[in-house]
């Protein structure tokens, strides 16, 4: 069965510096999805992404934040100055059609800012 | 706007006796309902899916989830627990309508089996 693949699985960095996580969807979907889950809290919401630009994003996809799909089958996030309280484990998803319907997941990257 | 209620954190039980999972939903269109589960160091696995179908749905697994508009109420069961069922469980809504695309997640039930 396809899987969504995210790398690295574990990221460590230190406060102040860029980090970019790394998604490779399923090959055939077209929306684009990343999700944030800090511990012990929910899976929250962060940008989506469709037809090459962002369609919709949360309060806490700010400045900081940016998508990009740089290639046919790469989806990366971007924190350009990470923060403390970004620690938290990043989910990609992606699914072959919007509105409601199911999203797949990848395994996450845990990102811990030092 | 949508949102999630999981009515217990943390539900324990014996292998091989039922599992009850409450989740209500609030939606201000038609909701497209599911439940995902998430086992330790894993990502998030769809176990199940409503979208304004048929009102009993079956899931991987052995599970199913019964969506009832009148208690705005989307419980997940299983007849009998494995250990294996071990998870965090979360009940996610969107909306079919409005066209927004995001999952909206509740907090997570956390499963235990006991042997």
């Known amino acids: 069965e396809p899987e969504v693949t995210q790398t690295p699985s574990h990221q460590v960095t230190q406060m102040g510096q860029e980090v970019i996580l790394r998604c490779v969807p399923i090959?055939?979907?077209?929306?684009f999805y990343w999700y944030r889950q800090i511990l012990g809290q929910k899976v929250e919401f962060l940008v989506s992404?469709?037809?090459?630009?962002?369609?919709?994003k949360s309060e806490i996809f700010d400045d900081q934040f940016s998508v990009e799909r740089p290639d046919g089958s790469n989806f990366t996030l971007k924190i350009r100055s990470t923060k403390l309280e970004d620690s938290a484990m990043y989910f990609c998803?992606?699914?072959?059609?919007?509105?409601?319907?199911?999203?797949?997941f990848g395994d996450g990257t845990r990102l811990s800012i030092l | 706007a949508q949102s999630v209620t999981q009515l217990d954190s943390h539900v324990s039980v014996s292998e091989g006796t039922p599992v009850l999972l409450r989740c209500n939903y609030s939606?201000?269109?038609?909701?497209?309902l599911f439940w995902y589960v998430q086992h330790p160091n894993k990502g998030l696995q769809l176990l199940l899916k409503?979208?304004?179908?048929?009102?009993l749905v079956k899931g991987i697994n052995g599970f199913e989830a019964e969506f009832k508009k009148s208690e705005t109420s989307f419980h997940l069961t299983k007849p009998s627990a494995h250990m294996s069922d071990a998870a965090e469980y979360f009940c996610?809504?969107?909306?079919?309508?409005?066209?927004?695309?995001?999952?909206?997640f509740g907090k997570g039930t956390r499963l235990s089996v006991i042997a």
């Open positions: 998803a992606s699914s072959d059609r919007g509105h409601g319907q199911p999203q797949h």
């Open positions: 090959s055939n979907h077209l929306y």
């Open positions: 992404f469709y037809n090459n630009e962002i369609s919709e």
């Open positions: 939606s201000s269109y038609s909701p497209s």
């Open positions: 409503y979208t304004s179908a048929a009102t």
């Open positions: 996610v809504v969107s909306d079919l309508d409005s066209g927004n695309t995001p999952l909206v």
